[in-house]
């Protein structure tokens, strides 16, 4: 069973540096793509960043572009996003998707739009303040 599930994030105040992390189970994640995604209050989740499996390029949202990085960490099936330079604006919730029964499941081609099979997990808060 594919399980997905956050950590990290906090409070910082503008212009400071986050990290959260996304430890994956049930499958490897190394011939995945996976993704963060985020929801401000109010507002319908977005993309940031992808990083496709088997060591496939990752894509940024522009929003994400020159502030946010996206790695992982196959042998310990965990996936990452660093962000610099954060904004009040990046404010959410943030959550990492997989999508296991997409064909491209091993791609970005998705990103960043999800399926209604996607697998999500439950999110971690990330805080800026002014």
């Known amino acids: 069973q594919v399980q997905l599930v956050e950590s990290g994030g906090g409070s910082v105040q503008s212009g400071g540096s986050l990290s959260v992390s996304c430890a994956a189970s049930?499958?490897?994640?190394?011939?995945?793509?996976i993704a963060w995604f985020r929801q401000a209050p109010g507002r319908e989740r977005e993309g940031v960043a992808c990083?496709?499996?088997?060591?496939?390029?990752?894509q940024y949202t522009e929003s994400a572009k020159g502030r946010f990085t996206i790695s992982r960490d196959n042998g310990k099936n965990t996936a990452s996003l660093e962000m610099n330079g954060l904004k009040p604006e990046d404010t959410g919730v943030y959550f990492c998707?997989?999508?296991?029964?997409?064909?491209?499941?091993?791609?970005?081609?998705?990103?960043?739009?999800?399926?209604?099979?996607?697998?999500w997990g439950r999110g971690t808060q990330v805080t800026v303040s002014s």
């Open positions: 990083s496709a499996g088997s060591n496939g390029p990752t």
């Open positions: 049930g499958f490897p994640l190394e011939h995945y793509a």
């Open positions: 998707v997989v999508e296991p029964e997409n064909d491209y499941y091993y791609s970005c081609s998705w990103f960043p739009r999800t399926s209604h099979t996607a697998s």
